[in-house]
Nanobody, 114 residues
Framework: VQLQASGGGLVQAGGSLKLSCTASRSISRTYTMGWYRQAPGKERELVASLMGGQLPTYADSVSGRFTISRDYAKSTVTLQMDFLTFEDTAVYSC?????????WGQGTKVTVSS
């Protein structure tokens, strides 16, 4: 399975961006799909994740500003990012996980200018 991420870019603080990640084949809703990010000099952080039938989970740093959603028919996970701050600048990577099986998408860079 290949995951294709898109939607990164440059945005001013306070602005919005939407990231999307689509799988090359059907992904069961039993998979957890979500997003990690890694900023320069910092550890990788789980931003948001969502498994079918469950409530989404968010990092405290993005809760209330980011929204994760999935289109199960299209095997897509989307991250709507609002009220972006400079601290959100990072490379964002999507993933799909079921037990020990993990698929990764390529990173997409998000740069927030202050």
């Amino acid at each position: 399975v290949q995951l294709q991420a898109s939607g990164g870019g440059l945005v001013q603080a306070g602005g919005s961006l939407k990231l999307s990640c689509t799988a090359s084949r059907s992904i069961s809703r039993t998979y957890t799909m979500g997003w990690y990010r890694q900023a320069p000099g910092k550890e990788r952080e789980l931003v948001a994740s969502l498994m079918g039938g469950q409530l989404p989970t968010y990092a405290d740093s993005v809760s209330g500003r980011f929204t994760i959603s999935r289109d199960y028919a299209k095997s897509t996970v989307t991250l709507q990012m609002d009220f972006l701050t400079f601290e959100d600048t990072a490379v964002y990577s999507c993933y799909a996980k079921y037990r020990e099986i993990v698929y990764w998408g390529q990173g997409t860079k998000v740069t927030v200018s202050s």
